[in-house]
């Protein structure tokens, strides 16, 4: 059995459970349908009757349910119906196949029932790049398969979902719903929703989970800047700036002239600080971080004529 379930209020549970016989002096005669029991709070039942819940072989039980599993074949899955708060507790199974009866006292399922279901969980396979497609995957536990949460997403672009009734490790069930979409830079810190929309009798209950995506992106939106912008005299100084968004951050700045059709590496920096001569021309600035480079404008260096004309 799986050690802890975590059940609706008004929903259904269903144990997965299996069971096997180590004690060679004891054989299971598998034509005998076995009855199954289930034990509340502690697995001796001796002088507290009242601990029994649910015996298979009862027409009348205090737990509405029934073995789904075959016991024949050491199956025995259980679904408890219209499960209420007062059901909290740890549960044991006995096998009652006369001459053979016995109970694992050191294996028991933790039932644990709210008003609320649990948040789903949303996990991203792989690192979130601009142009490269990404899957994200939302589960919800389905405590009662028969009525499984449905799962929505919210996202800031077009998506087809896949969903499906997944198995786990342990045999509970999950619902598994995967969206694959290509991000792009505008995608970056965007929030992101999974919802699960639990059925319990006439109404819904609702759980979600929110995360923001983190993008990775080349630089963009790029821009070189130049103060002053007007005209500047020979023997000034020129200030220009390069700005850009980028995740990671840039890394490195690289400034170009552009003079007489040539262009020319000149600087490094976010800010270059430059002595003007007798040379303008235009001027541009690269960024460059570990997705790739984005390239400013143009700006252009304007020289005042020579003093006195």
């Known amino acids: 059995m799986p050690d802890r379930l975590d059940v609706l209020t008004g929903s259904c549970v269903q144990i997965p459970c299996s069971f096997d016989i180590h ?16 034990i509340k709070e502690n697995s001796n039942f001796r002088e507290r009757p009242d601990r029994v819940i649910f015996n298979s072989s009862e027409t009348v039980n205090r737990y509405q349910g ?24 740890i ?30 969980i949303i996990t991203v396979s792989g690192e979130v790049k601009e142009g490269t497609p990404v899957s994200l995957n939302c589960s919800a536990v389905a405590p009662c ?19 499906q009734l997944h198995k786990n490790p342990d045999q509970t069930k999950s619902v598994l719903s995967t969206v694959t979409f290509t991000p792009s ?22 759980a979600e989970h929110n995360m923001m995506l983190n993008v990775s992106f ?26 850009s968004t980028a995740n990671p951050p840039v890394t490195n700045f690289t400034w170009f002239q552009i003079s007489e059709g040539k262009t020319t590496q000149v600087a490094s920096g976010q800010s270059y600080t430059l002595n003007v001569t007798g040379d303008g021309g235009l001027y541009f600035c690269e960024a460059r971080n570990s997705h790739g480079c984005g390239k400013s404008n143009e700006v252009q260096l304007a020289i005042k004529g020579k003093m006195g004309t």
């Open 145 to 163: 398969p028969e009525h499984p949460p449905e799962l929505t997403w919210t996202l800031p672009t077009q998506f087809t979902p896949e969903n």
């Open 185 to 206: 830079y505008l995608h970056h810190e965007k929030n992101i929703t999974c919802t699960a929309v639990y059925p319990v009798g006439t109404s819904n209950k609702t």
């Open 91 to 120: 549960y044991y199974f006995r096998i009652e196949s006369r001459p053979y009866l016995a109970t694992d006292p050191d294996k028991s399922v933790n039932i644990g029932v709210s008003d609320f279901p649990s948040s789903p």
């Open 66 to 89: 029934e073995i789904t599993g075959n016991m024949s074949q050491k199956n025995c899955t259980t679904v408890f119906f219209n499960v209420t708060t007062s059901y909290s507790d």
């Open 218 to 243: 080349s630089p963009k939106d790029t821009l070189a800047s130049i103060s002053p912008a007007d005209s500047v005299s020979v023997g000034s100084c020129v200030n220009l700036t390069c700005s």
């Open 23 to 38: 004690d060679p002096q004891k054989t299971f005669n598998s034509t005998i349908l076995p009855s199954g029991v289930w």
